[in-house]
């Protein structure tokens, strides 16, 4: 199968800065681009007289599928359009068991708290829930930053990890562009000198053939989330990685995210890498 790059796309401003970046990496490595989008029927209504099927919108459906159609005719590289009647979960499932993806592209839209995230950008949880990496490209992403990345900052804590099985997918891709990638790790004052035993979980990860050679770049502070902004900048990098542990909604709203405070303020595309959930074995 020619490699491919699946977009979960809408016809919102984020999407459409989604399409045009991963039409960006599919051109730097000759790869197909599949266009998604989700189509959710209205669910089944119980009354007393039994169970009412809603009629299903076959102008919408059509019109909607013709769209996507002129948008894929659109790209600049060989592109399909797909419209999936089906939730959106199951829209993401069926998708990756066909295609098979390198990597899974959704727009990010600028949002100002924790509802309006929830509302508005419904892939941020994917990583976590199917294990798969997932790039977010953000709705401003300026037209000089649509080109592959050369340098990726990828966040790590000093501990151990384990990335899950399907998030190494991205490999192919990260060697084919030879991009590098170089670990981010914030640090208070007091632990400074640390941050070697999240690189080496990095090196050991898999995530590239050349990850074996990455480089660690410190950061001192107690706030993760710029930290970690700051070390991008000073990197020069053009794309931002952050291990998504999948802490969930609740553990967002009473205990703030990491990764939400990137998403938010973000300038460049954010790559999601799920981290194995199963503890680690010692040694």
């Not at 790209?75 to 990756?96: I, N, Q, R």
């Not at 050991?204 to 660690?216: K, Q, W």
């Amino acid at each position: 199968m020619k490699p491919n790059l699946v977009v979960l796309t809408d016809f919102s401003a984020a999407a459409e800065r989604a399409r045009a970046y991963a039409a960006a990496l599919a051109a730097a490595l000759g790869a197909e681009l599949h266009l998604v989008h989700a189509y959710s029927p209205m669910p089944l209504t119980a009354t007393e007289f039994g169970v009412i099927m809603p009629p299903i919108d076959t102008r919408y459906v059509q019109e909607t599928r013709q769209a996507l159609e002129q948008v894929a005719a659109g790209l600049p590289v060989p592109a399909t359009a797909e419209l999936l009647e089906t939730d959106w979960y199951g829209a993401v499932v069926h998708t990756l068991s066909h295609y098979h993806p390198l990597l899974l592209v959704a727009g990010l839209t600028a949002t100002e708290g924790l509802l309006d995230e929830w509302l508005s950008n419904r892939a941020l949880p994917l990583a976590h829930e199917t294990g798969y990496p997932l790039l977010l490209v953000p709705e401003h992403l300026p037209d000089t930053a649509l080109h592959a990345p050369r340098r990726l900052a990828l966040a790590v804590e000093d501990r151990a990890f384990r990335l899950a099985p399907a998030a190494t997918a991205v490999a192919p891709l990260l060697d084919a562009l030879d991009t590098e990638v170089v670990a981010v790790c914030v640090l208070p004052a007091e632990q400074r000198a640390g941050g070697w035993t999240g690189l080496q979980a990095l090196q050991h990860s898999g995530l590239s053939a050349a990850i074996s050679g990455c480089g660690l770049h410190k950061v001192t502070g107690d706030a993760l989330g710029p930290g970690i902004l700051q070390a991008a900048a000073e990197l020069s990098a053009d794309m931002v990685g952050l291990l998504d542990q999948g802490h969930g909604w609740i553990h967002k709203l009473f205990h703030g995210s990491v990764i939400d405070h990137v998403l938010r303020h973000t300038p460049l595309p954010v790559l999601l890498l799920p981290t194995d959930p199963q503890p680690l074995l010692p040694g």
